[in-house]
């Protein structure tokens, strides 16, 4: 027999209130051992990354490391692929984080503009000491095999500087015709793709590229000045 539902919005007629609260406690309770169970298998792909300087591993390894079982590992994710997007999601989401950190420490539309610009080349440069394999080994392959998924993974990025650039607009100091949005997709590639192909390098002839002229180039765009 259908319960009925109560009509000032309540839990449905004749079911017990503390029933509700224990399946609620229950489901939060299940929710969380998942995100920790997740948790684990991509510290632990995180740290094989970091010990092999490659994303080449298996997901054995991963669960071995993880001192979880296959099965629960095949319970959250389809497979490596799907493992490496999660880090590579993540990886981009923080950085997110930190470029509108940075961003608001600027007091005009167009300085947080510009420390966003920045930090997004200096962020996107590959830097010898450190090993990056997400962006170096699987991020490449996955723009020609899944382009669709970079875009998905690149949009927290994207939002921090749309809102910074439709900022820029709303102070006046966007070229006419320009769309946020889309100068602020076309300001992100071009960052990060001169920030992946103007790397260090030793020798003492190159001059590589600077965050001033990136921002120089990128402002000289998007600027009504």
């Known amino acids: 027999m259908t319960q009925k539902a109560d009509l000032n919005g309540g839990p449905p007629l004749g079911e017990p209130t503390w029933k509700q609260r224990a399946v ?15 948790q684990r298998f991509l510290d632990s792909a995180q740290a094989i990354m970091v010990d092999k300087g490659t994303t080449d591993f ?15 590992f095949y319970q959250h994710f389809d497979g490596k692929h799907e493992l490496l997007l999660a880090l590579f999601e993540d990886a981009l989401s923080r950085s997110a984080v930190q470029i509108r950190a940075a961003a608001d420490e600027a007091d005009t539309p167009l300085a947080r503009l510009e420390a966003a610009v920045r930090l997004l080349f200096d962020g996107s440069r590959p830097n010898p000491a450190m090993t990056h394999p997400l962006f170096t080994d699987f991020a490449p ?26 900022d820029v607009e ?24 001169l920030a992946q192909s103007s790397g260090p390098t030793e020798s003492p002839t190159a001059h590589p590229l600077t965050s001033d002229e990136v921002w120089e180039f990128c402002s000289g765009g998007i600027s009504r000045d």
């Open 24 to 38: 609620e406690r229950s489901t939060r309770t299940m929710q969380l051992r998942a995100e920790q169970r997740v």
């Open 58 to 72: 298996t997901v054995q390894e991963v669960v071995d490391r993880s001192r979880q079982s296959l099965r629960s």
């Open 141 to 166: 392959r996955l723009l020609l095999t899944h382009p669709e998924e970079v875009k998905v993974a690149h949009a927290p990025v994207l939002t921090v500087l749309s809102e910074l650039m439709t």
């Open 170 to 193: 709303a102070d006046g100091g966007l070229r006419p015709g320009l769309k946020p949005r889309r100068a602020a997709a076309m300001v992100m590639q071009t960052a990060m793709f």
